[in-house]
């Protein structure tokens, strides 16, 4: 008969509202915890992911680079660079530069005066 009266009792302890609220404040404190975890688990993997696409730009930027280097290390990669930016020619070869001047000249390829508006307007009444 004394196990069962003891068994009693312990039940009688772990179901009182004491115990109850002491076993709710740690479920608290323990989901508290994990849902913290959680929050920096999301904020890891968001990390994590703007690190892989900024790994994948700088792999392609470096490839266009590696690209880049080994064309300017042949002396036709060295002649056309030093041709594009600079505006130089071979002895016996002569440099052109096209200049278009369409949108300033007039209807009989004089350059057309900048007038203002009301200029515009006056003209357009006085003229035929």
């Keep these: 008969m004394l196990p069962f009266q003891e068994r ?3 039940r009688k302890i772990l179901y009182s509202k004491a115990s109850i609220f002491v076993v709710f404040v740690v479920f608290v404190f323990v989901a508290r915890g994990a849902w913290h975890v959680h929050q920096k688990a999301e904020i890891a ?3 994590r992911d703007g690190a892989v696409r900024v790994l994948a730009e700088l792999q392609e930027r470096n490839e266009a ?3 880049s ?3 300017l290390k042949s002396d036709q990669g060295i002649e056309d660079e030093v041709r594009q930016k600079y505006a130089v020619a071979r ?3 002569e440099v052109v530069v096209v200049v278009d001047d369409s949108g300033k000249k007039g209807k009989n390829g004089d350059e057309a ?3 203002s508006f009301w200029q515009r307007l006056v003209s357009f009444f006085t003229e035929e």
């Design 65 to 67: 680079l590696e690209a």
């Design 91 to 93: 002895p016996g070869e």
């Design 113 to 115: 005066l900048q007038k």
């Design 69 to 71: 280097l080994g064309r």
């Design 8 to 10: 009693k009792q312990f």
């Design 45 to 47: 993997r968001a990390e």
